[in-house]
Nanobody, 126 residues
């Protein structure tokens, strides 16, 4: 079992930055895939970034590529999402999630994420 707790988020301005953190407990995530999802009002939940904790290999959705950076510190069992050049359309509830590590070809997929945080609100004003 893995418990995930997000922190960070809040109110940001367009063009500004925010950082989200996700603290994992219960077992090491060092061989897991970690991801950040978001759900905007009236929209489906979407995956925005993922990382293979062992290798550090990352994947990003086109909507955030070049602006968001996902990272993991295995010694701290913590994943982060640095969000730069924020846009109003980044407004959403953000969730971190973990799954047993799958083959790298599956990194862009959103299935099999078994463990979820409670979500943290990010609001970007124009």
């Amino acid at each position: 079992q893995v418990q995930l707790v997000e922190s960070g988020g809040g109110l940001g301005q367009a063009g500004g930055s925010l950082k989200l953190s996700c603290a994992a407990s219960g077992r090491s995530i060092s061989t897991d895939d970690m991801a950040w999802f978001r759900r905007a009002p009236g929209k489906e939940r979407e995956i925005v970034a993922a990382i293979k904790c062992f290798s550090g290999f990352t994947w990003y959705a086109d909507s955030v590529k070049g602006r968001f950076t996902i990272s993991v510190v295995n010694t701290n069992n913590t994943a982060s999402l640095q969000m730069d050049s924020l846009k109003p359309e980044d407004t959403a509830v953000y969730y971190c999630a973990a799954r047993i590590g799958l083959p790298i070809v599956a990194l862009a997929t959103n299935y099999a994420y078994e463990y979820w945080g409670q979500g943290t609100q990010v609001t970007v004003s124009s």
